[in-house]
């Protein structure tokens, strides 16, 4: 279990292009640290460094106190679960487990009570003697986690490693993952695209956009409280819907937004703008009700598309004919083509500047 820092850290593949232009951050020991973002927003490339199986242009890496910039991956004290399994075909389970400790010659009987132990923690002990041809892919990923766990390493860092799974698969993974957590505490980071998967493990997430962080926190707080409006349309399931709207004026109770022709009130201070001003309204699906008719604040909308996801009704509606589709969470069903009125919840709407910032809660 090890902390682990990074300080003005900048990667550059040419001269003058940095895809990361300088980067702060504090991972504590033994906390289970998620890095998410679209592609090609450098939190592989992130992990990587860390690994060491990509040099750092600028900027240190402390691992457990150390100084690793120039340490050898080999030797840093880390173990790489990858999006591949990258097992041999030809060795057994058990082989593929201990074979990084065979190279280190580290003794049988150590090699044999490592392995039986991950065996143990990740239910695999009765495969132990099949070859990864024999396994499912669930099975495949527990063996490289196995792999990894059998080294005792510092910090674990996986790399998208349930991208390659079904639905199902990625659900029972997520779960194995957490309890593997619960049961080691060490230090883990941990990288996907997969918003859902960053919300349902990360003790904090990172959300990274073009080689920046965006936003830490934990979970609830990227959730609840996102700092610009790309943390708060990239979190959630389904995601928040962000709507054009102006400033009708900034009143003691909150900012009042002119949307659709009809005036929505909030709980944000909107002191710094000017009446007029061009903002974003966000609201979750969850904090949209059905109303039986028009009222003051409800919006008019045409409903596009209804999902049936059991225990849910989702409607994609649209609104004053603007493309932008808005989900809804629905108590009964609604034709297609049929017009809702939607109210908002003034305390769940959240406002973001021109420049994407989010604006504050009035008395915050």
Known sequence: MAAVQLRNIRKAYTRDHYVIPGLDLDIEAGEFMVFVGPSGCGKSTLLRMIAGLEDITDGELHIAGTHANDIHAS???IAMVFQSYALYPHMSVYDNMAFALKLARTPPTEIDTRVTRAAEI???????????????????QRVAIGR?????????????????????????MR???????????TTMIYVTHDQVEAMTLGDRIAVFNAGRIEQIGTPLELYHAPRNAFVAGFLGSPRMNLLPCTLERDAPQGAQVALAGALVATRRDASTQ???????????????SVVAGP?????AARVDLI?????????????????QIVTVKLQREAPVGATLHLLFDADACHLFDADGRALPVRGN
């Open 295 to 299: 009222q003051p604040g409800a919006i």
């Open 274 to 288: 000017q009446a007029g001003a061009a903002l974003t309204l966000g609201i979750r699906p969850e904090h949209v």
């Open 307 to 323: 999902e049936h996801l059991g225990d849910v009704l989702l409607g994609y509606v649209e609104i004053a004919g603007v493309p």
């Open 175 to 185: 779960v194995e993952l957490a309890k593997l957590h619960q049961e080691l505490g």
């Open 75 to 77: 030797r840093r004290g």
């Open 122 to 140: 990740l239910q695999i002990t009765h495969l132990l003697q099949r070859k990864p041809k024999a396994l499912s892919g669930g099975q495949r």
């Open 148 to 172: 990894a766990i059998v080294r005792e390493p510092k910090v674990f860092l996986f790399d998208e490693p349930l991208s390659n799974l079904d639905a199902a698969l990625r659900l029972q």
